[in-house]
């Protein structure tokens, strides 16, 4: 019905940057909010960022001040950019959407398999 794919991650040094992508595809009525989540091995899921459909951004705190997020409604997508990156942002990301299939139903959440993004020190 929905597919989410993330995609953009990688090894990144120490203060690097990189932009992550996520696509939202299927059976799309409509998107509400969108957002960016991740796990790192031993912890529990964590907030990143999420994002309103006009484009109201919300940050987890250890992010603040270094991601953005931002959407493209017009292709169902949504990114995170990622800078001045450290090693305790190593995890992997997963993207979610909040999807309508059709007029008559309520959003349901859909998620990615997530993208690994490891930073070295």
């Known amino acids: 019905q929905v597919q989410v794919v993330e995609s953009g991650g990688g090894l990144v040094q120490a203060g690097g940057s990189l932009r992550l992508s996520c696509a939202a595809s299927g059976t799309i009525f409509s998107i509400s909010a969108m957002g960016w989540y991740r796990q790192a091995p031993g912890m529990s899921r964590e907030l990143v960022a999420t994002i309103t459909y006009t484009g109201s951004p919300n940050y987890g705190d250890s992010v603040k001040g270094r991601f953005t997020i931002s959407r493209d409604n017009a292709k169902n997508m949504v990114y995170l950019q990622m800078n001045s990156l450290k090693p305790q942002d190593t995890a992997v990301y997963s993207c979610?959407?909040?999807?309508?299939?059709?007029?008559?139903?309520?959003?349901?959440?859909?998620w990615g398999r997530g993208t690994q993004v490891t930073v070295s020190s």
């Open positions: 979610n959407a909040n999807v309508r299939t059709s007029r008559y139903n309520t959003p349901y959440e859909y």
